[in-house]
């Protein structure tokens, strides 16, 4: 057997929480997924995933998006439900118009 060392990480305790519970779902262990992360790195010589940057328009950006449109409205005062109607119907008679 290969000598062993011990490797020591930080990681948030709920996402180690969520990791090990789905590893558990697997049938194993949080070591034993450690090993086969590191065993599957020198395989492929690098990460055993694809690592890329997400695409810009991704779904944080677009909810980054609505909560900033959202904090923008916040301040804007409430309408009545006859002020909506009123400016749908001024709108539809402008698209109308053309």
């Known amino acids: 057997m290969a000598e062993q060392v011990l490797i020591q990480f930080r990681a948030d ?5 969520e990791v090990t519970d789905i590893y558990e779902q697997l049938g194993m262990d949080l070591p034993t ?18 690592a ?10 677009f909810k980054n998006a609505f909560d900033a449109l959202r904090a923008e409205a916040a301040d804007l005062p409430e309408m009545s439900l006859e002020e909506i109607d009123a400016e749908i119907a001024l709108t539809r008679a402008d ?4």
């Open 33 to 50: 997924a450690f090993r086969m992360f590191m065993k599957r790195s020198k395989q492929v010589r690098g990460l055993p995933f694809e």
């Open 95 to 98: 698209r109308k118009r053309g």
């Open 13 to 17: 305790k709920k996402l180690k929480q």
């Open 52 to 61: 890329v940057l997400p695409e810009q328009n991704n779904r944080e950006g």
